[in-house]
């Protein structure tokens, strides 16, 4: 491990207060190896209220009310790009932003892609073309700003799943490694694909 993964590596244990053996962390090549060491490591309390589901309906209620859309519209694997107008995506960016209170990427002046400087290029685009990937729709954007504001939603001591660990690390990769969430998948190696030393 080099000095990058050893500080990743320090932040997941200082986060969780865990202690990841060496021979452990010796085996941790990629972000769900990094992950599912974690899950064993801590204790989780099952639930019934998913956290996901709950970030779900707030956000949309909040679409139905600024889009003037009936709630059926809004469904987990919608396109936000199709939902949001072209003409109004700062404004109504600006209102899911400040109505969830949560953190969300910044658009930058053509409103086309995230500012890279926020390093928050994530999970949807407003450009154009067509995309199908899980990260244009409401869920993958629900799981990245899970991951985003996994401090303030997902505090330790009320996980309750394996999704829940995997949004945290892919959190914390984000925030100590500066890599931009959209760019991270569970499969990916910590060296090779996220070039984390």
Request: charged share 30%; hydrophobic share 40%.
């Amino acid at each position: 491990m080099g000095l990058d993964s050893v500080a990743l590596l320090m932040d997941i244990e200082e986060h969780f207060d865990i202690s990841i053996p060496n021979n452990e962390a010796e085996n941790i090549y990629t972000i769900q190896n990094l992950s599912d060491c974690v899950y064993n490591h801590i204790t989780i309390i099952p639930s019934d209220k998913c956290i996901s589901q709950v970030l779900f309906y707030r956000l949309r209620n909040i679409l139905k009310d600024i889009l003037k859309v009936d709630k059926e519209v809004i469904k987990l694997y919608s396109r936000l790009d199709e939902l949001i107008p072209s003409g109004n995506k700062e404004r109504i960016w600006e209102r899911i932003e400040s109505d969830l209170n949560l953190n969300l990427p910044k658009l930058n002046n053509n409103y086309d892609k995230f500012t890279r400087k926020e390093a928050l290029i994530l999970f949807i685009s407003f450009s154009k073309r067509s995309l199908s990937t899980e990260k244009t729709r409401i869920k993958g954007f629900i799981n990245w700003v899970l991951a985003l504001n996994h401090e303030k939603l997902l505090p330790i001591e009320r996980i309750c799943n394996k999704r829940d660990v995997e949004r945290i690390v892919i959190g914390i990769v984000h925030r100590s490694c500066g890599i931009p969430i959209n760019e991270m998948e569970l499969k990916h190696s910590i060296t090779y694909d996220l070039g984390i030393d």
